[in-house]
C-alpha cells in the first residue's frame, strides 16, 4: 500500500499525528500491532493519571477533544478512563488504524521513499512518524539488567505479588511514586513490606548491598530515565 505518511503506533502521540495527517488530506495509515492504546493496556490495572482533566485545568486531552466531555474520573483519570478515551479519539475523527499489523522492518527505497515490511503486507510511504512511545521499550540501569526477581514498573501488576518480601523502588519519578497507588501502598504497610526509594545511583548501590547480603531482593521499578 502506497502512502504519505505511515504512522507507527496508535498511542496518543500516533492517534494525534494520524489527526493532523487527515487533517491535512494526506493519505496515511496508523500500524499497530495490537489494539489502540495497545501500550496502556498493559500497566497496571489501577494506575492514575498524573495530569488533570477538568473543564478548568485539563492537561491529558489532546487536541480537539475533551476526556472530561468522553467521561473519566476528575480530576485525575484511571489507566481505564485513558484507554477508553483514546478508543472514542480515534472513533471521533473516523482514523485509518490498521490493528494487528506489526512492523517487522523499515528500509529507504530508491527513490528515498520508505519500504516497511508488516506482518500484513508491505506499505511504502514518503513520511515515516515512529510513535511507539516508551511503554513498549521499557528502560533499566544497566547494573539491573539479567538480574534475578528485577521488574521494570511496566510490568508491575498486583501487590500481593509482594507480601511477605522485601522490595527496592528504584527511581523517584511518577512511576515509582504515582503508579503505585493509595490502596497499594496501604497494602504493603499493613503487611509491613518495605518500600526503599532511591536515585538510580544509590538505588544501584543498595542492590549490590542487599544482594552481598544474601538479601533477596524482589522488585525495581523504574520508569524514569
Known sequence: MELDIAIVGAGPAGLNMGR???QAGARYAILEKEAV???WRKLCPDMRMLSPATPQIDWT???GLDIWKVGCERPFPTRSDFIKYLEAYAEHFDLEVKEGVEVLSVKRSE???FELDTTRGKYTCRRLIVATGIISNPYLPECLRNKPN???S???KNPEDFEGRRVLVVGCGYSSR???P???RQFLQQRQIRLEASDTRQACQRFNELAGQGTSVVAALHLTC
Open 178 to 180: 504515582m503508579s503505585i
Open 154 to 156: 511496566v510490568d508491575y
Open 150 to 152: 528485577v521488574i521494570h
Open 61 to 63: 486531552s489532546l487536541p
Open 20 to 22: 493532523a495527517a487527515a
Open 37 to 39: 492504546a495497545g501500550a
Open 182 to 184: 493509595e490502596q497499594t
Open 111 to 113: 527513490n528515498n521513499h
